[in-house]
């Protein structure tokens, strides 16, 4: 029983005062993770809440997950496999992607969410059973892809663009 209690009493302690920091399978940045299968792994990611910025370096996750604004900076290669059926891979109110890394997404729903989202100078892949890449907002946000490389399956939409635009500039897209 005293094995037990010291456990919970662990368990809640990493959770409640580490709310921050991110669990090597789930990343939820504003909330407390849920899914703490691994130990925590700071080699392979790095969140610096100061400027909300998630840097990967060759990670495996599941999903990444905020109700803030979020830029990723990719390094390395990077994969995020979502075989959870109720959440989408990548969401966060305003989202840069970038970085000189790949970053691979495989996705039971929508592999990209967010209001703005903005990928530049990056390498990025998505196999989608929804939206690749959604832009979800009726505010009149755009997706913005520069200097980037694409490679988009999606069973849905390749694009989503509730209200705003879609602009590709000196970018590669092969749809799979």
């Given at each position: ?43 392979t990611f790095i969140y610096d809440a100061k400027n ?125």
């Open positions: 029983m005293k094995i037990k209690l010291k456990f919970i009493f662990c368990f809640f302690f990493l959770l409640f005062l580490t709310p921050k920091i991110c669990f090597a399978k789930i990343i939820e940045i504003d909330r407390i993770t849920y899914d703490v299968v691994d130990v925590l792994d700071q080699e909300d910025t998630l840097t990967l370096k060759n990670a495996n996750l599941k999903t990444i997950k905020t109700s803030n604004s979020l830029k990723i900076n990719v390094e390395g290669e990077n994969t995020l496999v979502n075989d959870i059926s109720n959440f989408d891979s990548i969401v966060a109110k305003d989202l840069i992607i970038t970085g000189s890394g790949n970053l691979n997404i495989i996705s039971n729903r929508k592999g990209i969410i967010g209001e703005r989202i903005k990928i530049q100078g990056t390498n990025l892949s998505i196999l989608s059973k929804s939206d690749a890449i959604t832009s979800s907002s009726s505010y009149n946000y755009d997706i913005i892809i520069d200097d980037s490389n694409l490679n988009i399956g999606s069973e849905v939409n390749i694009f989503n663009v509730v209200s705003g635009n879609l602009y590709l500039n000196n970018s590669n897209i092969k749809i799979l």
